[in-house]
């Protein structure tokens, strides 16, 4: 059986893009980590793994031009899914439908609650008890997609939205690779 390949897309630390490869267990293969900042320091960690990178900044050539390169190093790589960990830029709607039903995401929020930025001091704004995160389906809309697997975590009394973070981002070093094994053997 031949083991589907994954691309992984960043733009900082790449915690979850760590824990992807950790906790591949030989059901996925990481086949290339793409940046949109050359400068992440989840790059330098996917090639002292010897894991083949790309880096392409979007300043300077534009959407449609960094989009094209981007693809084209996936398809090189061998990609089958794109796995978005922590990717802060928005995908195009053609590289999305180019790629339909073979992006994924994790997102720090309850889906449907709080799509978008700033999803830990909103749940606590909100008074909310539980707070999680999500993996879905990338669509062309806003964290929108089909959730695939979901992980709660409580929030407590005296919670920060820093400190909410920290526990939501331990449920996503859990979460997301079972997800992944789970969605590439659909
Ligand atoms: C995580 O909170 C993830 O849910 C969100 O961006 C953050 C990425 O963190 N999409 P990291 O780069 O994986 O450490």
């Not at 449609?64 to 390169?69: G, Q, V």
């Not at 389906?137 to 806003?142: G, M, N, Q």
Request: a negative charge; aromatic letters at 6%; hydrophobic letters at 45%.
């Amino acid at each position: 059986m031949t083991v589907p390949k994954v691309a992984i897309l960043i733009s900082g630390r790449g915690s979850n893009m760590q824990a992807l490869v950790e906790q591949a267990d030989g059901r996925y293969e990481i086949c290339v980590v793409a940046s949109n900042k050359p400068d992440a320091p989840g790059l330098r960690w996917a090639r002292e793994q010897a894991i083949p990178t790309f880096a392409l900044s979007p300043k300077g050539i534009g959407k449609p031009a960094y989009e094209a390169s981007l693809d084209a190093a996936l398809r090189e790589a061998g990609a089958d899914y794109i796995a978005l960990a922590g990717y802060m830029r928005l995908l195009s709607d053609d590289f999305v439908a180019a790629w339909r039903d073979r992006i994924v995401n994790i997102h720090p929020s309850l889906l449907p609650r709080y799509k978008g930025l700033d999803t830990h001091a909103r749940a606590i704004a909100a008074g909310d008890r539980v707070a999680g995160c999500s993996v879905h389906v990338v669509t062309e809309e806003l964290d929108a997609g089909d959730v695939l697997a979901q992980a709660e975590v409580p929030i407590e009394p005296d919670d920060t939205p820093d400190t909410l973070a920290a526990r939501v981002l331990a449920a996503e070093h859990r979460l997301y690779p079972a997800a992944l094994k789970e969605f590439v053997t659909r």
